[in-house]
């Protein structure tokens, strides 16, 4: 029997920065329509089926190349709940705050005893 042993192969220690630099391309839009489906989680959104598989993930990272707030924040845009607008109702009410009619004049309980 021998004693010699089979060596492992080597393994680079560092890999090149143009294949690390690809290897980040690659999953950094992965990686920003994870995090905008986090983001949506949060505010309370929930997006359609499929939603996310239709974005463009190069379009959701900033200058950096890591993930944008404000790019996440311009996608979920339209699927934020807008508050209700309620129109200015004359008539019900009193009616404090600009509306067309004066307001009433208040008179004191004391006055109307004397």
């Known amino acids: 029997m021998s004693d010699a042993q089979p060596t492992p192969q080597a393994m680079p220690a560092d890999p090149s920065p143009s294949v690390r630099s690809e290897v980040e391309r690659e999953y950094s839009g ?3 329509r994870a995090e905008l489906k986090g983001y949506a989680a ?9 939603f996310t598989e239709y974005l463009d ?11 944008s707030a404000e790019a996440m924040d311009k996608a979920l845009a339209p699927f934020k709940p807008k ?9 019900s009410g009193p009616n404090r705050g600009g ?11 004391d006055v109307r005893k004397r």
């Open 42 to 50: 949060q505010a309370g959104i929930t997006l359609p089926e499929g």
């Open 99 to 109: 509306g067309p009619l004066p307001e009433p004049r208040r008179v004191s309980l």
């Open 57 to 67: 993930g190069s379009k959701l990272l900033g200058a950096d190349g890591k993930p």
């Open 30 to 32: 992965k990686l920003a």
């Open 83 to 91: 508050d209700p607008a309620f129109p200015h109702l004359v008539g």
